[in-house]
């Protein structure tokens, strides 16, 4: 069973359109992140959530993104306007904390593609 | 800065051959170090990780990873490769949640082939 949950799996969008991309970690965990991949690119960071905020937001993560976990729960991804170049898997991490070094658990979900046409 | 440099790009092997992938990084501080592999398509899969302690570190799938501070190095070997090892394989490396949030860092991933 995994970890972290996302949905929808593929999301295919037009240009301009807002999309929420979401993710249904653990309950128990605290610090979750979203990351991209361009096809063929190396997978970046986009931004770290902690304590119901964000800790740390890379440039990518402009005006046009924002995240929220607005029941405790579903941890999510907004892209208010999407670009032809937002198109990317964009996976949720999280980390659970539950003791040092070898407890330290950084898991991914299995990723949402959107492709903006 | 953080980064992490993967030479190879793409690697070709025979299966039954061995296998060692390279991974630098430049961090500023102890480095937390992870290996991923992704199938095409998919999300990406936790081999292993290193924090601290015994620099050769076991994962799944029979693969294994050597840290050497000296070379700022923590390249992935597996002694006979099969067929379904065949995928993308990208180094991370990570700091402690206090000082860095631990985001990770991506190398830009080394595509295997697998050769019968």
């Known amino acids: 069973e995994p970890e972290v949950t996302q949905t929808p799996s593929h999301q295919v969008t037009q240009m301009g359109q807002e999309v929420i991309l979401r993710c249904v970690p653990i309950?128990?965990?605290?610090?979750f992140y979203w990351y991209r991949q361009i096809l063929g690119q190396k997978v970046e960071f986009l931004v770290s959530?902690?304590?119901?905020?964000?800790?740390?937001k890379s440039e990518i993560f402009d005006d046009q993104f924002s995240v929220e976990r607005p029941d405790g729960s579903n941890f999510t991804l907004k892209i208010r306007s999407t670009k032809l170049e937002d198109s990317a898997m964009y996976f949720c991490?999280?980390?659970?904390?539950?003791?040092?070094?070898?407890?330290?658990?950084?898991?991914f979900g299995s990723g949402t593609r959107l492709t903006v046409v | 800065a953080q980064s992490v440099t993967q030479p190879d790009i793409h690697i070709t092997v025979s299966e039954g051959a061995s296998l060692e992938l390279r991974c630098n990084y430049s961090?500023?501080?102890?480095?937390?170090l992870f290996w991923y592999v992704q199938s095409p398509g998919q999300g990406l899969q936790l081999l292993l990780k290193?924090?601290?302690?015994?620099?050769l570190v076991q994962g799944i799938k029979g693969f294994e990873a050597e840290f050497k501070r000296s070379q700022s190095s923590f390249n992935l070997r597996k002694p006979s490769v099969h067929w379904s090892d065949a995928a993308e394989y990208f180094c991370?490396?990570?700091?402690?949640?206090?000082?860095?949030?631990?985001?990770?860092?991506f190398g830009a991933g080394t595509i295997l082939r697998v050769k019968s």
């Open positions: 991490a999280r980390v659970a904390p539950t003791g040092v070094g070898a407890n330290y658990g950084y898991t």
């Open positions: 309950s128990n965990h605290l610090y």
């Open positions: 959530f902690y304590n119901n905020e964000i800790s740390e």
């Open positions: 961090y500023g501080a102890t480095p937390y």
């Open positions: 290193y924090f601290s302690g015994d620099t």
């Open positions: 991370a490396v990570g700091g402690s949640l206090a000082e860095y949030g631990n985001k990770l860092v």
